[in-house]
C-alpha cells in the first residue's frame, strides 16, 4: 500500500488566502518529513523540511505541523499568491546512516486564483 | 554551481530495445537516487545508491538494474524495454551527512516513451 499519501489531487484557493495541503503515513519509524515542490516540465525542489523531535517549523510564509500520533504532517502557505501554483510533493523518511530514504505522496495541484 | 544532470531529456524506444539513463551530479554527493513518476502516483523510488557499487533496491526495482561506477554518475538500464516503462525518470542526490542530509537535488528528468 502506499506509506506516504496525499489525499486530496487538487486545491484550489484565492490568491491571499491560507493555502493547506495535507500528508499521511503509515511508518511510525519515519523521522523526516518534507515538502517538495514542483513546476510543470521541472524538477521537484526542496521547500521546507522537519525533523520528528519538533512539531512545527515555519519560514517565511510557510509553516510544517507535525502530528506523529496521528502519522499527519500538513504545510500551510499564508497570503497565497498566483507564483505558489505548482504541484506540492509530501515525502516522508528515516534516516539510515545519514541516507534517507525517502518515499513521496501523489502529490497535490495547488491553483491560487487571482 | 551545483547541479544533477540527466541526458537524454527525451527518448522513444520500441519495445524490446535496451535503453541507457544517465545521471551526473557535481556535488560529491555520496547518495544518488532513481524515481519515476506516473500521473496519480507520485515519485516511486526504483534504486537507490550509497556510494560506488553500493546499491540497493528500492520500491519498483523490476525492469530496471542500474550502475555507480563513479561517485558523480549513476546510470539506469532497461533491459528490453516495456510499454509500461513509458514514465518521466528522475535521478536526484542527497549529502547523505551533516544538516542537510536528506535534502534531495533532482536533475530535470527524462522522459521516455516506449512503443
Known amino acids: 500500500g502506499q506509506q506516504v499519501k496525499q489525499s486530496s489531487p487538487s486545491l484550489t484557493v484565492q490568491e491571499g488566502g491560507i493555502s493547506i495541503l495535507n500528508c499521511d503515513y503509515e511508518?511510525?519509524?519515519?523521522?523526516?518529513f518534507a515538502w517538495y515542490k514542483k513546476y510543470p516540465d521541472n524538477s521537484p525542489t526542496l521547500l521546507i523540511s522537519v525533523r520528528s523531535n519538533v512539531d512545527k517549523r515555519e519560514d517565511g510564509r510557510l509553516t510544517v505541523f507535525l502530528n506523529k500520533s496521528g502519522k499527519h504532517f500538513s504545510l500551510h502557505i499564508t497570503a497565497s499568491q498566483p507564483e505558489d501554483t505548482a504541484v506540492y510533493l509530501c515525502?516522508?523518511?528515516?534516516?539510515?546512516?545519514?541516507?534517507?530514504?525517502?518515499?513521496f505522496g501523489e502529490g497535490t495541484k495547488l491553483t491560487v486564483s487571482s | 554551481d551545483m547541479k544533477v544532470t540527466q541526458m537524454p531529456r527525451y527518448l522513444i524506444k520500441r519495445m524490446g530495445e535496451n535503453v541507457l539513463l544517465e545521471c551526473g551530479q557535481d556535488m560529491s554527493h555520496e547518495t544518488m537516487y532513481w524515481y519515476r513518476q506516473d500521473p496519480g502516483l507520485g515519485l516511486q523510488l526504483i534504486y537507490i545508491?550509497?556510494?560506488?557499487?553500493?546499491?540497493s533496491e528500492g520500491d519498483i526495482p523490476k525492469g530496471y538494474r542500474v550502475s555507480r561506477k563513479k561517485r558523480e554518475h549513476f546510470s539506469l538500464i532497461l533491459d528490453s524495454a516495456k510499454t509500461n516503462q513509458t514514465s518521466v525518470y528522475f535521478c536526484?542526490?542527497?549529502?547523505?551527512?551533516?544538516?542537510?542530509?536528506?535534502?534531495?537535488?533532482f536533475g530535470s528528468g527524462t522522459r521516455l516513451t516506449v512503443l
Open positions: 545508491s550509497y556510494d560506488v557499487d553500493s546499491n
Open positions: 515525502a516522508a523518511g528515516s534516516n539510515q546512516g545519514g541516507s534517507a530514504k525517502l518515499i
Open positions: 511508518n511510525d519509524m519515519f523521522d523526516y
Open positions: 536526484a542526490s542527497s549529502p547523505g551527512t551533516g544538516a542537510s542530509a536528506e535534502t534531495l537535488y
